[in-house]
């Protein structure tokens, strides 16, 4: 049995005290938004106390399009394999900045907000990452042309800037239940910034500058538009240390979710002790300030070992009493292969060699899928 809380929280300071820990584990934080809705504050509630015995189970796109289907109404890849959605969907608002119909992997946006409010419904967590363009150069979010600086207040660029977070924030206050009450989100910007794949990344703008950015984006959503539905995740690629990762880390008035992506250590059990560390460090540095520890992004493209997800995947997470303490794990999408390309796939599908393997990886005691859920939102 999951075991949830329904409490009632004030607005000025969140505090959650679960019974039968120790005063060491009961954690006073205070969120990003102090005015955040009853239902978020309840969803930062429950990840914090479901990840004491369980993690959730989440997969980007998985709604929208599978291995070998598109659009099919109440389909995920991962349905077909277990019988359950994932606990948490992931999705991506990429192109919103210029105000296209569809993201960068052609999901179209009004479908993607009715594929939220379905997982909102059917109990599940919702987190929304964001690769806008450079809007120096024009090019993709993997076009390293610098330009933190110039979207910055001041600078050459901000007043476009602006104009993308105003497309931006239209799309969140569309993100409402049938009923017009907002849906809470998990934001998770600027995202592998300690790498420099990324315009936003390492070696492209300053740590100083990069915090301006997550500060501007924050308060902007927050103060200016007035969004109180989310909850801000920060989320490096891996990284070598403490210091490394928090080098960026914009501080705790600015983050509720302290996670990580992890593509590089998950190949194989040879470096489970390079994944092991990184988990190990995520879940301590969150739990001294009172944020959500996660796997924010993670996976091995096409699944080629038929046991990875128990032998390597879930036996990384559950390595021991820290490492299993992460409130969820995120594989990435599933692309079509007529539509999209072919073997870029992170979730089997049905008929896949590690489809069985997935099954046990569902089964175990320490994984939650949607149909595991308690009520997330009371």
Same mark, same amino acid.
């Given at each position: 049995?999951?075991?949830?809380?329904?409490?009632?929280?004030?607005?000025?300071?969140?505090?959650?005290?679960?019974?039968?820990?120790?005063?060491?584990?009961?954690?006073?934080?205070?969120?990003?938004?102090?005015?955040?809705?009853?239902?978020?504050?309840?969803?930062?509630?429950?990840?914090?106390?479901?990840?004491?015995?369980?993690?959730?189970?989440?997969?980007?796109?998985?709604?929208?399009?599978?291995?070998?289907?598109?659009?099919?109404?109440?389909?995920?890849?991962?349905?077909?394999?277990?019988?359950?959605?994932?606990?948490?969907?992931?999705?991506?608002?990429?192109?919103?900045?210029?105000?296209?119909?569809?993201?960068?992997?052609?999901?179209?946006? &009004?479908?993607?907000?009715?594929?939220?409010? /379905? !997982?909102?419904?059917?109990?599940? #967590? +919702?987190?929304?990452? %964001? *690769?806008?363009?450079?809007?120096?150069?024009?090019?993709?979010?993997?076009?390293?042309?610098?330009?933190?600086?110039?979207?910055?207040?001041?600078?050459?660029?901000?007043?476009?800037?602006?104009?993308?977070?105003?497309?931006?924030? &239209?799309?969140?206050?569309?993100?409402?239940? /049938? !009923?017009?009450?907002?849906?809470? #989100? +998990?934001?998770?910007? %600027? *995202?592998?910034?300690?790498?420099?794949?990324?315009?936003?990344?390492?070696?492209?703008?300053?740590?100083?500058?990069?915090?301006?950015?997550?500060?501007?984006?924050?308060?902007?959503?927050?103060?200016?538009?007035?969004?109180?539905?989310?909850?801000?995740?920060?989320?490096?690629?891996?990284?070598?240390?403490?210091?490394?990762?928090?080098?960026?880390?914009?501080?705790?008035?600015?983050?509720?979710?302290?996670?990580?992506?992890?593509?590089?250590?998950?190949?194989?059990?040879?470096?489970?002790?390079?994944?092991?560390?990184?988990?190990?460090?995520?879940?301590?540095?969150?739990?001294?300030?009172?944020?959500?520890?996660?796997?924010?992004?993670?996976?091995?493209?096409?699944?080629?070992?038929?046991?990875?997800?128990?032998?390597?995947?879930?036996?990384?997470?559950?390595?021991?009493?820290?490492?299993?303490?992460?409130?969820?794990?995120?594989?990435?999408?599933?692309?079509?292969?007529?539509?999209?390309?072919?073997?870029?796939?992170?979730?089997?599908?049905?008929?896949?060699?590690?489809?069985?393997?997935?099954?046990?990886?569902?089964?175990?005691?320490?994984?939650?899928?949607?149909?595991?859920?308690?009520?997330?939102?009371?």
């Amino acid at each position: 049995m999951v075991r949830y809380l329904t409490v009632l929280l004030p607005a000025a300071l969140l505090t959650s005290a679960f019974s039968g820990c120790s005063p060491e584990d009961t954690i006073t934080p205070r969120l990003v938004d102090p005015e955040a809705t009853a239902e978020t504050r309840a969803l930062f509630v429950n990840l914090n106390e479901i990840r004491r015995d369980h993690v959730l189970f989440g997969h980007q796109d998985a709604l929208a399009y599978g291995v070998h289907w598109m659009r099919e109404p109440g389909r995920s890849d991962v349905k077909d394999v277990t019988g359950s959605h994932p606990a948490l969907y992931g999705w991506e608002v990429g192109h919103i900045e210029h105000g296209a119909g569809e993201n960068l992997d052609a999901v179209n946006f &009004d479908d993607m907000q009715q594929w939220i409010r /379905e !997982g909102y419904e059917g109990g599940g #967590v +919702i987190t929304i990452s %964001w *690769h806008p363009d450079n809007p120096v150069s024009g090019g993709s979010a993997w076009d390293t042309t610098p330009a933190v600086p110039d979207i910055l207040p001041g600078g050459s660029e901000h007043e476009k800037f602006v104009t993308w977070m105003e497309r931006l924030s &239209d799309f969140f206050h569309g993100l409402q239940t /049938e !009923g017009g009450d907002p849906i809470p #989100v +998990i934001f998770r910007p %600027w *995202h592998e910034m300690n790498h420099t794949w990324f315009w936003w990344g390492r070696e492209l703008c300053t740590p100083e500058e990069f915090h301006e950015l997550w500060r501007f984006t924050v308060e902007y959503l927050r103060d200016e538009k007035g969004h109180r539905h989310l909850l801000y995740a920060y989320s490096p690629d891996r990284f070598e240390s403490s210091e490394h990762y928090l080098e960026r880390y914009p501080g705790d008035e600015y983050v509720d979710i302290m996670g990580y992506d992890d593509y590089h250590s998950l190949h194989s059990a040879d470096t489970r002790d390079e994944f092991v560390r990184q988990l190990e460090t995520v879940v301590t540095l969150a739990e001294e300030r009172g944020k959500i520890p996660a796997l924010t992004e993670s996976g091995f493209n096409a699944i080629p070992d038929d046991t990875w997800w128990t032998d390597v995947y879930l036996a990384g997470i559950d390595y021991n009493e820290t490492t299993r303490r992460i409130a969820w794990a995120q594989v990435w999408r599933n692309a079509n292969h007529e539509t999209d390309r072919e073997n870029h796939f992170f979730a089997p599908y049905a008929g896949h060699t590690s489809a069985e393997n997935f099954i046990e990886f569902r089964n175990h005691p320490l994984i939650l899928f949607e149909d595991d859920l308690p009520d997330m939102y009371n």
